[in-house]
């Protein structure tokens, strides 16, 4: 039971790491993106903001997905 447990928690952190960097390459990407372009600066932002949150959802699915294994 144990065993099963831990999986569970590997699972979870993995999908909180993914999210993680998921989210700063879409940082990344949109600051050099501003840098570029700051005139669209309004727009890569609200477009940011919204993929970053997609990615939170999953990566919180995938969290809750995982402890319910355990």
Same mark, same amino acid.
């Given at each position: 039971?144990?065993?099963?447990? !831990? @999986?569970?928690? /590997? *699972?979870?952190?993995?999908?909180?790491i993914? =999210?993680?960097? !998921? @989210?700063?390459? /879409? *940082?990344?990407?949109?600051l050099?993106?501003m =840098?570029?372009?700051?005139?669209?600066?309004?727009?890569?932002?609200?477009?940011?903001?919204? =993929?970053?949150?997609?990615?939170e959802?999953?990566?919180l699915?995938?969290?809750?997905?995982?402890l319910?294994?355990g």
């Amino acid at each position: 039971m144990a065993t099963i447990t !831990g @999986i569970a928690a /590997i *699972g979870a952190g993995l999908a909180a790491i993914g =999210a993680g960097i !998921g @989210i700063g390459r /879409i *940082g990344g990407s949109a600051l050099e993106s501003m =840098a570029r372009q700051p005139e669209h600066s309004s727009m890569i932002q609200t477009n940011m903001i919204i =993929a970053a949150a997609l990615v939170e959802g999953v990566a919180l699915f995938g969290v809750v997905v995982a402890l319910l294994q355990g």
